[in-house]
């Protein structure tokens, strides 16, 4: 028993050291940000999606397609915030193409509430060939379609509350948009290619695509702007925002969830004790008077 | 069942008319009202109420998603968003379903284990345990199938390892290939399949479910003693006893279950998978889903393609052999003192396995993983045959009473005299 228990732990000893060395190769990690919409009663705070909401229309949407989402959806509950009114004169700002109409023709009309914000190229070929054979990704999903590995073996505590941290996708959002740096003397960047610090393998079609003071913040009563107008914040914002478009619904599912896990629990409390009364009349929790069990354990 | 002799009564005229033509009242009655549970049962074993719950739950989400869903290489990902985003509560069902089926996973690997531990295989229980092996098989082809749907990146390419991995069969490997795809590779006609496959396989699950409990209920539960039930003192009846406990291990399990759903619904799955599947770019790392990592470790730890084939589905199959494979008749591991140590060896070497297939297939991952696949099949193949034979259980109880209350309050006289067992056993 004692040398099978002795095998075992210089078994994990060996795995442990190892997974370390490994993590340590693989460069540097994005650093972990505070999000609000992070933990168990994460919510999204409004006014920084109006924000990511306006970096994404000045910078990121002269490239990048937004498919997945409808203008109607900025005013929907848990998201931006934005009145139905602001939505409408929103959309009608964009051309949208429709049709064929009856007499067969395709047409431009002014966009509605109902349509997706529309996408930069006709299609993905067009977004290849004006970016270098290369389409720019459709940014709808993103905060949920990157991560990155923290190596070792926090996978085994990263999905508890409180304790955990699931929000590789946005921090590694966060972090490439300020990874942009002058690449080392010993590195060559191809033609076409952008160093960045935290892109695997280093090389990014993208070039730097935000500098500071690049986007005008509506201003506070003093006259100055809430937020300052920096890549950290910009990047920041366009991160939250993306979480959003990435879960429309997180407001509703965390809030539904907190009920129905304390529902289930208050549930299961009341039936252990049925249980309990139940069983008692046979002498109540058998397996616990098992010798057996117990001198294992 | 209609071996069984009920106890049912049926008391207004319409019932005895009914009972009369069909007993179904019946043998409900004697399935899951009077039938005799051990009374010493502990928790491990409400897992199997908490599977056929889960597999409800697959079943119900699964229809009300197909209602959403379509099965097109062009649609299938826009229209699993459709669902996340435009269809009521649709993000809830979704999310269901994806995590219940890691929640039905693991679900049955506590079952699993629980049924290694405790000898539950052994005579007279072997066709009740391969029908388990059979909705095990099943349901990994059934979550690999629904894993594909979503058509994302992981989705596409885990699709075109594994029917890649098919083709290595010999001879018919290239046929089953091609009528997996529908055509050259995997594509449009592959999730058309796929899907009507994946709406298939739970219904056949169920049908074996029904002759797993069929079968259960004609040999009875094991227990932790691993002794058979030897009077009415040593059982209780299924209603209220095993019912209410069963009631109250599905909540807590679903307690569980919803915090995945509600706070960790992505966290079990791939980033990967919500990128569109793209059939000219590969990810970096193509990993299955965590409940098949065991048995990618496996197979990678092969060199050989064919082999690693053999060696992922001979690790299930030689699950089926156990009842034949182990020497030792006495069923509990409580009383096996050996292989008691053994058995916790071989979870080890199953989490380690599951870890391995997560990491890429280089350097010392690739030796760990052989020497731990070595272990896996020497597990059944050497420690269940040999220590059965040599090592020596300690004296089991002389009934189920008397491993609850303690020696000297027996009461039951039948059965084999304690101590009988305490010689090594061969298979006889």
Redesign the interface.
Known sequence: MIRARAVVAAIAAAILSGTAALSAEGGTLPHREKWSFSGVFGTFDQAQLQRGFQVYREVCSSCHGMNLVRFRNLAEPGGPGFSVGQVKALAAEYKVKDGPNDAGDMFERPGRPADKIPSPFPNDQAAAAANGGKAPPDLSLMAKARTFARGGLWFITDWLPFVGYTEQGPDYIHALLNGYEDPPKDFTVPPGGHYNVYYPGHIIAMPKPISDGQVTYAKGPDGKPVVPETVDQYSRDITAFLMWTAEPHMLARKELGLRAIIFLLVLAGLLYYVKKKIWSDVGGETHGLQPELHKTS | MSAHATTYVPKSALAKWFEARLPIVGLVHSSFIAFPVP?????FWTFGAILIVMLASQIVTGVWLAMHYQPSATEAF?SV?HI??DVNYG??LR?MHANGASMFFIAVYVHMFRNLYYGSYKAPREVLYILGVIIYLLMMATAFLGYTLPWGQMSFWGATVITNILAAIPVVGDTIQSLLWGGYSVGNPTINRFFSLHYLLPFMIAGVVVLHVWALHVTGQNN??GIPIKSGKDA?PFT??AT??D??AV??F??FF??????????LGH??N??PANPGVTP?HIVPEWYFLPFYAILRAVPDKLGGVVLMFGAVIILALAPWLDTSRVRSA??RPIY??FF??FI?CCF?LG?LGSKPPEG?YVL?SRIATFYYFAHFLIVMPVVGLFETP?PLPGSILE????PGKQVSGSGIPAGAAAAPQTKG
């Open positions: 009374r010493n049962l502990n928790y826009n968003e996340m985003r993000w809830l999310y932790p003693a209780v209220p006893y209410i406990k009631v109250f909540v807590v679903f307690a919803a915090y995945w759903i509600f706070l960790q619904p992505n966290y980033a990967d919500y990128i970096a409580n009383y008691r140590q916790w060896v080890f380690l870890w010392g760990a300690k491993s609850v209350t303690g």
